[in-house]
């Protein structure tokens, strides 16, 4: 860890098959004061037997130590460190022989807002996209417009109407902005849920990894 790059030399922790013989490998991000571990009890609910699940943690247990509403400035070095270790996680399984059409991107809360703007700002075709209560990082009014298409990647959004911390204008602006970028969104807002995750996501995440 550094000053410039707060999230260098944290644990990565994995489980699953190992690489090149998973089907689809995830590269799955945990939310503010949480851990990797924690992301993986999650991935263990809805893993396929044959998905790789690779955990980063974050330094602090927190990605960035202000709102995903922020100015963005704010945020920083924090945000473009976590940025480069998910790239750098990216092309790693890519290297290893799992091509980018086979590789997801999942988290959930501040690791939901930090997997829509990876995947934003790095857009191609991916296996999978899951964000779980979390929208594209930035104030209001921030320019959306993100260089390249996703050519198809499923897109889930899921979230509370009345979630605290993600509001859900900007989910569905969120979904809007994937849309455009030619995502297949599946995009569910739940009312009164709270900030968590229920059973119908479990069950639509477990889908997209099952069948995919």
Known sequence: MTAVDP???QPVLRVGPVLPEA???????????SSAEDILGLARQVAAADVLFVAPQAAGSSWYPYSF???IPQNEPYLSSALRLIAALVDDVAAAGIPYERVGIMGFSQGACLSLEFVARHARHYGT???????LIGPPGTPRDYRGMMDGTPVFLGCSDIDPHIPV????ESA??????GANVDERIYPRMGHTINGDELRAVQSLLATH
């Open 69 to 71: 509403l922020s100015p």
């Open 129 to 135: 996209v899951i964000a779980l209560s979390g929208g």
């Open 23 to 33: 089907r689809l490998a995830v590269i799955a991000i945990h939310g503010r004061g």
């Open 7 to 9: 999230h260098a030399g």
């Open 176 to 181: 809007e902005v994937f849309r455009r970028m």
């Open 169 to 172: 204008a900007r989910v569905r």
